[in-house]
Nanobody, 123 residues
Framework: QVQLVEFGGGTVQAGGSLRLSCAVS????????MGWFRQAPGKERELVAA????????????SVKGRFTISRDNVRDNVKNTMYLQMNDLKPEDSAVYYC????????????WGQGTQVIVSS
């Protein structure tokens, strides 16, 4: 079982930056895809970025391309890892609860979730 804990949320002014961290433990992530999701009040949860741990292939939603980057520890086979979401040029519409999540690369469903961390971007 994969355990996930997010850190780093907070309040920032528009144009500012935040870095979110996701501490991951429980098993090697070599065969996992790790994602960052967000959910704003009254909106559906959306995938904003993802990385396939074993290959470093990444995905970004159009709304965050060029502003957000995703990175991870270099120790790919460790059972404890950290994933990061660097968020730059933040906009009020980026305000949401951000979650990290994990899925095996053979599955299309994210089955492991963190508790979420709040990001508020003030205008």
């Amino acid at each position: 079982q994969v355990q996930l804990v997010e850190f780093g949320g907070g309040t920032v002014q528009a144009g500012g930056s935040l870095r979110l961290s996701c501490a991951v433990s429980g098993r090697s992530l070599i065969n996992y895809v790790m994602g960052w999701f967000r959910q704003a009040p009254g909106k559906e949860r959306e995938l904003v970025a993802a990385v396939r741990w074993g290959t470093s292939a990444t995905y970004f939603a159009d709304s965050v391309k060029g502003r957000f980057t995703i990175s991870r520890d270099n120790v790919r086979d460790n059972v404890k890892n950290t994933m990061y979401l660097q968020m730059n040029d933040l906009k009020p519409e980026d305000s949401a609860v951000y979650y990290c999540a994990a899925r095996h690369f053979t599955s299309d469903q994210y089955g492991n979730w963190g508790q979420g961390t709040q990001v508020i971007v003030s205008s």
